[in-house]
């Protein structure tokens, strides 16, 4: 199995603070991966796919980059509803794996 | 709209079907993917039916194959998770997504609330 680790798995920011999320894969899945946002006690949001592609709907200032085995997830100015779970996803090869998650609360 | 229903409460080593309800669009042209959330706990791929073109063919999570089986009954456009040998840390909310016919279609559509199963003696 594909293993993404994430990091960090927890972090404190300030609103307007730039944020980044990193994903390690453990081998090369070139930009098979998709990034999802879980607010507390809610289901997961879909922010981007393919690595680098925005979804429908999302907030620019959420961006993705990478390929490879390095991806990272972006956030460039927090906003106050910003605080919440993030997850990235593999999709190259299955099974399907996620990252552990990185919890971003407010500092 | 995907709609799961039949998760509750089961014993360590027994079964469980999970249904999943499909409308507003074709269930043998897509897809269908079941992923779990541990109370408390990340996102884990649980399995994938694919579609007819595909002979509806299926891939598992490592953690649940041989004991999970996804299957799907066009007549009644559902999909199941028959999950045998359970254990506790099958306990977990589980959730079927579709996957949108596109590269990266995977659950592009709104999660539905899952069902709940909890693996307790």
């Known amino acids: 199995d594909i293993q993404m680790t994430q990091s960090p798995s927890a972090m404190s920011a300030s609103v307007g603070d730039r944020v980044t999320i990193t994903c390690r894969a453990s081998?090369?899945?070139?930009?098979?991966v998709i990034w999802f946002q879980q607010k507390a006690g809610k289901v997961p949001k879909r922010l981007i796919y393919?690595?680098?592609s925005l979804q429908s709907g999302v907030p620019s200032r959420f961006s993705g980059s990478g390929s490879g085995t390095e991806f990272t997830l972006t956030i460039s100015s927090l906003q106050p509803e910003d605080f919440a779970t993030y997850y990235c996803?593999?999709?190259?090869?299955?099974?399907?794996?996620f990252g552990q998650g990185t919890k971003l609360e407010i500092k | 709209q995907l709609v799961e229903s039949g998760g509750g409460l089961v014993k360590p080593g027994g079964s469980l079907r999970l249904a999943c309800a499909v409308s507003?669009?074709?269930?043998?042209?897509?897809?269908i993917d079941w992923v779990r959330q541990a109370p408390g706990k990340g996102l884990e791929w649980v399995g994938r039916?694919?579609?007819?073109?595909?002979?509806?063919?299926?891939e598992y999570a490592t953690s649940v194959r041989g004991r999970f089986i996804i299957s799907r009954d066009a007549s009644v456009s559902s999909v199941y998770l028959q999950m045998n040998s359970l254990q506790p840390e099958d306990t977990a909310v589980y959730y079927c997504?579709?996957?949108?016919?596109?590269?990266?279609?995977?659950?592009?559509?709104?999660w539905g609330q899952g069902t709940l199963v909890t693996v307790s003696s």
């Open positions: 081998q090369g899945i070139n930009n098979r």
């Open positions: 393919g690595a680098t």
């Open positions: 997504l579709r996957v949108a016919k596109v590269d990266f279609g995977e659950w592009v559509d709104p």
């Open positions: 039916t694919r579609n007819r073109l595909y002979d509806y063919t299926t």
């Open positions: 507003g669009f074709s269930l043998s042209d897509h897809f």
């Open positions: 996803l593999q999709v190259s090869s299955y099974p399907y794996t």
